[in-house]
């Protein structure tokens, strides 16, 4: 009788080896894994440089807000509560106007009187190149402005309604945020450009709309007839 000799297969693992993927690989030799390099991530994002300035920032927006509306868990005297709001109104005001606003954003405005006694409105931008502005503070300065200006207008809608003693504190709260708001609007050419992007792209798309509707003939029902 022929004998036949048993061969194993050579892609089957053998004992004590690893485990084999693709080529085999000789006895007491590891696959190494194969390192894959992607150059395509987003670059991280850079910490705030200015933490503390930040703080102080949203801090007193915060306070004069929560004031407002759960003031009286603190104390029941409106007194006090409408003397506390307005400090950190105020506060929040000059902070805004002369620390958050330069070292956030780079932007500076005052009012000055000049030599005929007239008011004149200043506004001052950095120069590009001579200082970088991290994009998150910046982004967050605009927010925080935008997000406290917009809540003042919503409490004087409710304290007009309800016919509220906090009507004077919430037109206070509006003009010391819409201050800080216009003025650096007026600073800041990107934000202006943006407004006015915005505001050509919203009417583009009314105007193209209207020309749509305009112009579209009316869609009729299919006809039915007769065989």
């Not at 709309?209 to 039915?224: E, L, M, R, V, Y």
Request: aromatic fraction near 14%; proline fraction near 6%.
């Amino acid at each position: 009788t022929e004998k036949k000799m048993f061969v194993p297969h050579q892609n089957v693992p053998q004992y004590g080896s690893q485990p084999q993927f693709g080529q085999p690989q000789p006895m007491g030799v590891q696959q190494q894994p194969s390192e894959t390099v992607i150059n395509n991530l987003p670059p991280a994002p850079k910490p705030p440089k200015h933490p503390i300035v930040f703080i102080f920032h949203v801090l007193f927006k915060a306070l004069a807000i929560l004031i407002y509306w759960i003031g009286g868990l603190i104390t029941k005297s409106f007194v006090i509560r409408f003397v506390l709001c307005i400090v950190f109104l105020a506060a929040d005001f000059w902070v805004t106007k002369n620390v958050t606003g330069r070292f956030l954003v780079g932007l500076r405005w005052w009012n000055e009187t000049n030599s005929t006694g007239g008011s004149a409105w200043r506004f001052e931008t950095i120069h590009q190149g001579s200082r970088e502005i991290n994009s998150a503070e910046k982004k967050s300065f605009w927010t925080a402005i935008l997000i406290s200006t917009a809540h003042w207008c919503v409490a004087l809608f409710f304290a007009i309604f309800s016919f509220s003693k906090y009507i004077l504190l919430a037109c206070v709260g509006i003009l010391f945020n819409a201050s800080n708001l216009y003025g650096y609007f007026k600073c800041s050419r990107e934000a202006q450009d943006d407004l006015s992007a915005l505001m050509s792209k919203g009417s583009n798309s009314l105007l193209q709309t209207a020309i749509k509707h305009q112009f579209n003939p009316a869609t009729q029902g299919p006809s039915t007839g007769h065989a």
